[in-house]
């Protein structure tokens, strides 16, 4: 009796926790080939969520067959509020995810080499690719 009663109440926290993790997450369709981390990724369908909901630094993207975790660092908008949406540099013929919005005013800046940074200064443009 104990048991059930123990397995009840955990059932009945993760119904009510795990609905709040899922709004945290990105789900979106990117339609090009990108870099995250150093790692190519296929266009498709993505989910970016947080590895941890209590520490956010540590993002991961996933389409089901591929998935990259990424460290990022807090970033803030006090002027405009962003849609929930991946930032992604293109220069030359690729793009480099470099940050994440998850809606508000609060995103996230995926931590990435210098190569990327040489490249704006190059010329290179932000896309930004909406969530569904």
């Not at 266009?43 to 067959?65: C, E, F, K, M, Q």
Request: net charge negative; hydrophobic share 45%.
């Amino acid at each position: 009796m104990k048991f059930c009663k123990v397995s009840l109440f955990l059932a009945l926290l993760a119904a009510v926790c795990l609905p709040a993790v899922a709004q945290t997450g990105v789900q979106l369709d990117i339609p090009f080939n990108f870099i995250a981390t150093g790692k190519v990724l296929p266009a498709g369908h993505y989910t970016v969520v947080p590895v941890l909901t209590d520490d956010r630094a540590t993002w991961r993207i996933s389409n089901g067959h591929d998935s990259v975790m990424m460290l990022t660092d807090s970033l803030e908008s006090p002027g405009a509020e962003h849609r929930p949406s991946l930032v992604f540099l293109h220069a030359g013929e690729a793009y480099s995810l470099v940050q994440i919005w998850p809606g508000g005013h609060f995103g996230r800046d995926v931590f990435r080499s210098n190569v990327n940074h040489t490249l704006v200064a190059q010329g290179g443009k932000y896309v930004e690719v909406g969530a569904e």
